[in-house]
């Protein structure tokens, strides 16, 4: 195949599984849904929890010269790096913008706006379920967990 070739399908690609990705990536929408998500880690002594939240760093191969040092982290070469949530089956339920790889971690999950207004005073979804910021622990590595709150009702 050649390169061009490539790039024309790589960019149809991106476009196209753009404009499905609500289909398959979302919080949870409804209590059943939410139930299911908890009771998954419940099992695995975590009550409450509705996601976990991690950064994951791609390489970046082609990054300009000008943005090198934005990009390059601790891996030792250049990256970007997404900020995802996903559930204890491995579904992606968000994932937020696109970030240099040069930030670390924790950086980038306290200065992102949905966090932030989860940690000031929760946020309501549009299904009635309520994301609020569970208790930290005291641990030497600091780490952001929420939990998912819904009533039967959908208020709170």
Request: proline content about 4%.
């Amino acid at each position: 195949m050649s390169g061009s070739s490539h790039a024309t399908f790589f960019n149809s690609f991106i476009v196209n599984m753009y404009s499905i990705k609500s289909e398959y990536v979302f919080y949870p929408r409804t209590m059943e849904e939410l139930q299911v998500t908890v009771r998954d880690y419940e099992s695995q002594h975590l009550p409450g929890a509705g996601g976990s939240i991690d950064v994951v760093h791609v390489k970046w191969s082609n990054c300009p010269a000008g943005d090198y040092n934005k990009c390059k982290g601790k891996e030792s070469f250049p990256s970007v790096a997404f900020e995802c949530v996903t559930n204890n089956r491995r579904r992606v339920l968000g994932i937020a913008p696109i970030q240099f790889g040069a930030r670390s971690d924790k950086h980038i999950v306290r200065f992102d706006p949905t966090v932030d207004l989860i940690k000031s005073n929760g946020t309501k979804m549009s299904s009635g379920i309520i994301i609020q910021p569970m208790v930290k622990s005291k641990r030497r590595r600091e780490s952001t967990s929420f939990v998912m709150v819904a009533t039967s009702d959908g208020s709170h």
